[in-house]
T-cell receptor, first 110, second 111 residues
């Protein structure tokens, strides 16, 4: 069964607004990662958060992890048109390989 | 540029053709992966190689045959594919199970 599920499936916002995407998973994890994919291209790693961490920041990105709820969120602040992409969460289940969710497609309108 | 290259970037083949996809990583990683990405479907892990040994084969049909001659190179040999195999094939590498670095992908079309 699929491990990660992103929510919403699609999100449209205006430039300058914040974008929040959520990821839920089913089993215990070692770490959770967020990736970005521009249309038809390879994925780019954004941030990794370990199971014993609750929050992590990288530039305009903020990731939270709630292991009790088996969920994570990715916040992009002050969005730009260049942030338009699909965003995926991937979970590492203690030695099993990463399982990717279906992704959230973000559109940032100028 | 992620340090992972894939060739060709685009490939069109007939169902009776034999072709190969190539992936090379210049990062010194010990694990390499093949993923399939079809429209409106989650990324599907196909094969994993760790230190040149295959550690994962997610029920992939035998018409897809991977080869890992060394820890820097990974191939995916294609034979008698079906139109539903048309997809973006992504290669990735990682050091252990840390962040994965992806190549740009090969867009495959099977006629």
């Amino acid at each position: 069964s699929q491990q990660g599920e992103e929510d919403p499936q699609a999100l449209s916002i205006q430039e300058g607004e914040n974008a929040t995407m959520n990821c839920s998973y089913k089993t215990s994890i070692n770490n959770l990662q967020w990736y970005r994919q521009n249309s038809g291209r390879g994925l780019v790693h954004l941030i990794l958060i370990r199971s014993n961490e609750r929050e992590k920041h990288s530039g305009r990105l903020r990731v939270t992890l709630d292991t009790s709820k088996k969920s994570s969120s990715l916040l992009i602040t002050a969005s730009r048109a260049a942030d338009t992409a699909s965003y995926f969460c991937a979970t590492d289940n203690y030695g099993q390989n990463f399982v990717f969710g279906p992704g959230t497609r973000l559109s940032v309108l100028p | 540029e992620t340090g992972v290259t894939q060739t060709p970037r685009h490939l069109v083949m007939g169902m009776t053709n034999k072709k190969s996809l190539k992936c090379e990583q210049h990062l010194g990683h010990n694990a390499m992966y093949w993923y399939k990405q079809s429209a409106k479907k989650p990324l599907e892990l196909m094969f994993v190689y760790n230190f040149k040994e295959q550690t994962e084969n997610n029920s992939v049909p035998s018409r897809f045959s991977p080869e890992c001659p060394n820890s820097s190179h990974l191939f995916l040999h294609l034979h008698t594919l079906q139109p539903e195999d048309s997809a973006l094939y992504l290669c990735a590498s990682s050091q252990a199970l840390n962040e994965q670095f992806f190549g740009p992908g090969t867009r495959l079309t099977v006629l």
